[in-house]
């Protein structure tokens, strides 16, 4: 099982971003998969949240990992 801990913001750095992409790339081939948001990181699961221009919507990465089964955890 891959883990992936989420604890900074989801705008104003990639390291949410990243860590998403690289979940969502795994999802793609099925491995098992958790993330756990904390810190600054429980601010990318908020609902309906404005994404700045030019930025990655990464609640809209986070809905489809929950889509496809994964635990994802605040």
Request: glycine share 8%.
């Amino acid at each position: 099982m891959i883990t992936f801990i989420l604890n900074d913001a989801p705008y104003g750095t990639e390291k949410s971003y990243n860590a998403l992409r690289l979940s969502l790339a795994i999802a793609k081939k099925k491995e098992p998969l958790r993330i756990f948001m904390l810190d600054d990181g429980v601010f990318c699961g908020l609902k309906d949240q404005k994404t700045p221009e030019g930025y990655y919507n990464i609640g809209r990465m986070i809905r489809s990992l929950v889509k496809r089964g994964y635990d994802v955890h605040a």
